[in-house]
């Protein structure tokens, strides 16, 4: 072919043709890569997580209940040293009896990280409880005495469990 080939002038007008739809592809094409490019680093930091107002509220309302079951402990513990098995139960079923719902209602407003870990803390609370009663109900002294001592650390464990402002607006710190 020469120089002058009617195919090579066909290329060179249809690529001046279509030379502004690339061009004009392409910049669209750098714009949106450096948008996403820059967006991913722009550097922000994520807020983290945090518990509202009214979640704070609700979960102190509750655990309000929930503290004064455990400052009944002392109490339960002098009902277990002297084998008072009627009154341990009495305890367990009267001012004790609401721990479980409001546990429940706690977990609810904790933050979905902490759930799990206050679910399983509140489960194995209940089933200290669940024991202890139920020790009570056989009259046997040493079940009682083992079933105590897990209703306490498991109030222990769970308290440690709601959060910080909680623990200091109830003065628990």
């Given at each position: 072919?020469?120089?002058?080939?009617?195919?090579?002038?066909?290329?060179?007008?249809l690529l001046r043709a279509c030379g502004g739809t690339v061009r004009r592809l392409a910049s669209?094409?750098?714009?949106a890569l450096l948008c996403v490019g820059l967006t991913a680093c722009s550097g922000g930091q994520a807020k983290p997580p945090s518990l509202s107002a009214d979640d704070i509220a609700a979960i102190e309302?509750?655990?309000?209940?929930?503290?004064?079951?455990?400052?009944?402990?002392p109490?339960?513990?002098?009902?277990?040293?002297?084998?008072d098995w009627t009154f341990t139960?009495?305890?367990?079923?009267?001012?004790?009896?609401?721990?479980?719902?409001?546990?429940?209602?706690?977990?609810q407003r904790l933050l979905p990280a902490d759930r799990p870990e206050a679910d399983k803390l509140a489960s194995q609370l209940k089933t200290a409880m669940a024991q202890l009663d139920?020790?009570?109900?056989?009259?046997?002294?040493?079940?009682?005495?083992?079933?105590?001592?897990?209703?306490?650390?498991?109030?222990?464990?769970?308290?440690?469990?709601?959060?910080?402002q909680v623990q200091a607006d109830l003065k628990q710190v």
């Open positions: 072919m020469a120089t002058g080939s009617p195919v090579r002038f066909r290329f060179a007008a669209f094409a750098l714009a309302r509750q655990a309000e209940g929930f503290l004064a079951a455990r400052d009944r402990l109490e339960l513990a002098t009902l277990v040293k002297e084998r139960r009495n305890l367990l079923h009267g001012p004790m009896q609401e721990v479980g719902r409001q546990m429940l209602y706690i977990n139920e020790a009570a109900r056989l009259q046997d002294g040493e079940k009682l005495r083992k079933a105590y001592i897990q209703v306490a650390s498991g109030f222990g464990r769970y308290a440690q469990i709601l959060p910080e």
